[in-house]
């Protein structure tokens, strides 16, 4: 018997008796067989990150040529890795990160057209999945790279952190690219916190007790438990995808129900169809941690965290009060990448990102995770469900806030020359009631935007969608009626009454008192504007003077009590 049948043999035995595909089994094979290797690559000596490389490598190389047999496109990979590594040493000019982005994406792109042309389904693991991974990591470092040779003065805080000032050998840059718990399926990191990894400087700022151990304590537990939470997810999406994926909507039986019944189902949908990445990158982010990586400090009670690997907060998915917290707790190094090496590349220095920006941002995304015309439908209409996610967040979220939330940030240093501080803001039933809407309609919407990035096809996402009732384009739609019709002005002005009593709703917060600042009441300043909302820097200043009069009111009243 040949070898390869040998190896297969068991995959197709569970495959047969789970609902999976042998590839599938075999993907959540290397996802747990990476947690005792993780164990043997901490183990490793610490000094010694030559040998930490090489581990690296031969896991991946079984992975990709013994276990899936991906011959031509793991060939391909090393292929683009080497071109990176050299063209970013060879190449000294500012164009140098956009030829490698354009190489490694153009690269992905023509992979992903291939997958669609081949009609190559979820059941069968092919080299894209991969690539797609290490396509982060390629340009990531390019542009690390760059940053290295530019002035600190003209670079960000995070651009300083990742920039690369000493190439790494080409056994490290490979060992990076192809870190063995992240090679399949799993997350990004910069190639400095990696080397920091392999010679375990990346626990220097830990414990004094646990820097007697060279790690950390807690490190297996938080590992286990998400790895025995992506285990719990993969259960879940195994038993329940065959009834609920967003494939039953086009059944003849789906009209059967009422409009209603509908919705509230396509949410149950759009859970379990998350469930198959909850699953995935949990045990991917389990075994990165036990190799050492993603520590992020203690937590108040000195326990050691480790978040700085993590690809989503599943609580903060299923339960986000808006769209922005949804985005920013989904595919969460995916989303860093498009920051750092999209958004911010594209907007030209001294200038703030505008339109161009958040359009190539949400293009080079869509040809990241392929060429389905479902995936461009979900990010097309992704950008007008930002738009008035942020229409909500300006004009209607102040009016639920106590007027300690609106407050210009200088208060609290004003305050705190007189030893005053804000007491914490109370959370109102009106501000419950918004957070608990903002919840619905952010789940409802996205379980709506998310159908044709499963569907995969322009008229299955069609009709999905109408046969749902085509409920969220009304949501969206009526938003931008609401608020460019009419209702964002006079939410505005509702806003601007509040922020003006603000400054004397504080102080009576603060001092049991009601005062107002002098400059907020006289005529000079009427016609003026700033009678209804000054600019921020003025209401500052304004309620600077306003501490300080209602400080020095305080004394002469203690002053008058005392004689």
């Known amino acids: 018997m040949h070898i390869t049948s040998i190896i297969d043999q068991?995959?197709?035995?569970?495959?047969?008796?789970?609902?999976?595909?042998?590839?599938?089994?075999?993907l959540i094979f290397c996802l747990l067989v990476d947690y005792p290797l993780a164990n043997i690559f901490i183990r490793l000596p610490k000094g010694n990150a030559t040998l930490k490389h090489y581990f690296n490598l031969s896991i991946s190389t079984f992975y990709m040529f013994g276990l899936f047999r991906l011959y031509s496109g793991a060939t391909q990979l090393l292929a683009c890795a080497l071109a990176t590594y050299f063209i970013a040493k060879i190449d000294r000019s500012k164009n140098m990160p956009w030829i490698v982005f354009a190489g490694v994406m153009g690269h992905l792109f023509i992979n992903h057209i291939y997958r669609t042309l081949n009609k190559v389904t979820l059941d069968d693991f092919d080299i894209t999945g991969p690539q797609m991974v290490l396509s982060l990591k390629l340009t990531s470092y390019a542009w690390s790279v760059w940053d290295g040779r530019r002035s600190v003065n003209e670079l960000d805080k995070g651009q300083v952190a990742a920039r690369i000032v000493k190439e790494p050998s080409l056994l490290a840059f490979l060992g990076y690219a192809f870190y063995f718990p992240a090679i399949l399926v799993g997350h990004s990191s910069d190639l400095n916190t990696y080397m920091a990894l392999t010679d375990g400087t990346i626990f220097d700022t830990c414990k004094e007790e646990d820097a007697k151990r060279h790690v950390p304590r807690g490190r297996k537990r938080v590992a286990y438990k998400r790895g025995l939470l992506g285990l719990v997810f993969l259960g879940i999406f195994s038993f329940l995808s065959p009834y609920f994926m967003y494939s039953r909507v086009l059944r003849d039986e789906w009209l059967n129900h009422t409009l209603l019944a509908r919705i509230a189902m396509v949410q149950f949908i759009g859970f379990i169809e998350r469930t198959k990445y909850y699953g995935v990158w949990k045990l991917s982010e389990g075994a990165c941690i036990v190799t050492g990586l993603g520590f992020s400090g203690y937590d108040a009670q000195g326990n050691s965290t480790w978040d700085n690997i993590a690809n989503v907060n599943i609580p903060w998915?299923?339960?986000?009060?808006?769209?922005?917290?949804?985005?920013?707790?989904?595919?969460?190094?995916?989303?860093?990448?498009?920051?750092?090496?999209?958004?911010?590349?594209?907007t030209p220095q001294g200038t703030k990102p505008g339109f161009q920006s958040t359009f190539l941002t949400f293009f080079t995304s869509a040809v990241w995770h392929g060429t389905y015309s479902g995936y461009y439908l979900t990010f097309l209409f992704g950008g007008f469900v930002q738009p008035a996610a942020r229409l909500a967040r300006t004009y209607l979220r102040p009016l639920f806030l106590s007027p300690l939330e609106i407050l210009p940030?200088?208060?609290?240093?004003?305050?705190?020359?007189?030893?005053?501080?804000?007491?914490?803001?109370?959370?109102?039933?009106?501000?419950?009631?918004?957070d608990v809407l903002g919840t619905v309609v952010t789940i409802l919407v996205l379980n709506y935007v998310a159908g044709p990035f499963t569907l995969w096809y322009w008229n299955r996402s069609l009709e999905a969608w109408r046969r749902m009732g085509w409920y969220g384009f009304w949501i969206i739609g009526l938003a931008f009626v609401f608020f460019y019709g009419g209702g964002g002005a006079a939410c505005k002005r509702l806003k601007e009454e509040r922020v003006k009593r603000a400054p004397k709703d504080v102080a009576k917060e603060i001092v049991g008192e009601n005062y107002i600042h002098p400059t907020l009441r006289t005529d000079e300043m009427k016609g003026t504007g700033l009678q209804n909302i000054p600019p921020v820097d003025q209401v500052a200043l304004e309620i600077e003077e306003l501490v300080e009069k209602l400080v020095d009111t305080l004394r002469k009243e203690a002053l008058k009590k005392q004689r």
Not at 317 to 346: G, H, M, Q
């Open 317 to 346: 998915v299923e339960l986000a009060p808006n769209f922005k917290i949804l985005l920013d707790s989904w595919n969460i190094r995916t989303n860093i990448w498009l920051r750092e090496c999209v958004y911010k590349r594209v």
């Open 10 to 26: 068991p995959f197709r035995y569970a495959s047969s008796i789970l609902n999976a595909s042998p590839d599938q089994i075999k």
């Open 409 to 434: 940030p200088k208060l609290p240093d004003a305050l705190a020359k007189h030893n005053l501080t804000i007491p914490a803001p109370p959370r109102s039933l009106f501000k419950i009631i918004y």
